[in-house]
């Protein structure tokens, strides 16, 4: 818990809506933070999806 905190405490974009690309797919929503295992937290709609870190930092293009 310590490190995600400090992750989260210098994280760009916590609260707002984000978009990350994988390859050829862009998924988009509010990055609400990580889950326990570090996957990073979108809500879209209401509904949370997960993202594991390693896949977005695969290629990092990040826009906010």
């Known amino acids: 818990e310590p ?35 570090g996957a990073l937290r979108l809500v879209r709609e209401g509904v949370a999806h997960t993202i594991a870190l390693n896949e977005a930092m695969r290629v990092p293009t990040w826009s906010s």
Do not use: M, Y
């Open 3 to 37: 490190v995600q905190k400090a992750w989260l405490s210098r994280a760009t974009g916590l609260g707002k809506r984000v978009e990350i690309r994988l390859g050829d797919q862009v998924r988009s929503g509010t990055f609400e933070g990580l889950t326990e295992t």
